[in-house]
């Protein structure tokens, strides 16, 4: 099918949006370009939380004013019309009297949420929304799950061998974990990291493999660790208590002692564990916090508990050429939409689960 003029410009919007990935959030990814006589006159994307916004910086970057009053501008998300950390860019618009402007998706933010199209056309500007709707949500999903079921975003991560084990059947408690990933995909793990504003694992992966859950590989923040310990056992000398990054330790509600209570960044907070694991309120918390993505490279039982609850929207699985022949057994991989890439000669299979409306669709409901 032939790419009609405005789904042109906005492929660009999004291509320009996602020069944000790393320093946009809480906020969302946004492009936005100024089209005059059928040539780009300005462009611009929301590059950290903060700072302008991408209509701000695509109408900063015109060289002459004057064209404006005959520009479409496109945008991927829709204009802001409240004061926040920026002035309203819905006012910016009107004030420079752009006449028409096309729009990717609406902003479930409750500050928002059509506010921006109204005033808009209430100015007598041309508004068309729903270009390219679906890339442009998907594109700020973590954002607009974060919006439309108050939690996370979630993302299950696990390394297998190519006959299903997660880990070797160790012979000694002190044992390391076998490592199934080569430095390339170790690094694009920690480019997954830096993608998240959280991280977690269960008990048993911080007894077990002692990590650090920092991203060390790629540039980009570490996100905050995430560690589920209900009996408050995990001792404080692991790594996730080093206090080189904070640590949300989410224990049970009896649990006492902590060993790492009142530990320099740790922070406890206890929740109910026997009601479906604890997840839902876990997400609660992290939502509060305003956590809006939350990757999760625990073990089997934790894996198991997010997809047994359905607290999940994505799966990423490394596969490794290796077979272990026995050991700890991974996850069964759910079913839903997949694509699979080879990195470094192993597979990364990517699942979005199916049997759920569409996010797009689940925020105009």
């Given at each position: 099918m032939e790419m009609t003029t405005d789904e042109k410009y906005m492929r660009r919007c999004l291509q320009l949006a996602r020069n944000g990935c790393y320093g946009a959030a809480p906020n969302p990814m946004v492009g936005a370009v100024l089209v005059c006589d059928?040539?780009?006159?300005?462009?611009?994307?929301?590059?950290?939380?903060?700072?302008a916004h991408a209509e701000v910086n695509a109408i900063r970057s015109v060289g002459d004013e004057s064209l404006l009053r005959?520009?479409?501008?496109?945008?991927?998300?829709?204009?802001?019309a409240h004061y926040g950390k920026t002035p309203p860019c819905a006012d910016l618009i009107v004030a420079k009297g752009i006449p028409r402007v096309v729009v990717g998706c609406g902003d479930p933010f409750a500050r928002v949420a059509g506010r921006g199209i109204r005033k808009l056309r209430e100015a007598g500007i041309e508004v068309t929304v729903g270009v390219l709707e679906a890339e442009c949500v998907a594109l700020n999903r973590r954002f607009m799950t974060f919006q439309a079921d108050r939690?996370?975003?979630?993302?299950?991560?696990?390394a297998e061998s190519a006959d299903g084990f997660m880990d070797s059947a160790r012979k000694a408690p002190e044992e390391p974990p076998y490592v199934f990933s080569t430095p390339f995909t170790q690094m694009l793990v920690h480019r997954l990291r830096a993608r998240h504003q959280a991280i977690m694992v269960g008990t048993g992966t911080a007894l077990a493999d002692n990590p650090a859950l920092t991203n060390r590989l790629w540039a980009g923040p570490?996100?905050?660790?995430v560690v589920a310990d209900p009996h408050g056992r995990l001792p404080r000398t692991l790594r996730l208590f080093d206090g080189s990054r904070p640590t949300l330790a989410f224990i049970g509600r009896e649990a006492d002692p902590v060993p790492y209570e009142g530990l320099p960044g740790v922070t406890v907070?206890?929740?109910?564990?026997s009601c479906g694991g604890g997840l839902e309120e876990i997400l609660a918390r992290l939502h509060a916090l305003s956590v809006q993505s939350l990757l999760v490279e625990g073990g089997r039982r934790l894996l198991e508990s997010f997809m047994a609850g359905g607290w999940f929207d994505e799966v990423i699985v490394e596969q490794s050429p290796v077979c272990l022949r026995g050991g700890v057994r991974a996850p069964g991989k759910p079913g839903g939409r997949q694509t699979v890439e080879s990195a470094d000669?192993?597979?990364?299979?990517?699942?979005?689960?199916g049997g759920r409306m569409p996010l797009w669709e689940r925020l105009r409901s």
């Open positions: 059928g040539k780009v006159v300005g462009e611009g994307y929301h590059a950290r939380c903060g700072e005959r520009c479409t501008l496109y945008v991927s998300l829709e204009p802001c939690r996370p975003y979630v993302t299950l991560k696990w570490s996100p905050l660790r907070v206890r929740v109910d564990f000669g192993h597979t990364v299979c990517h699942i979005f689960p």
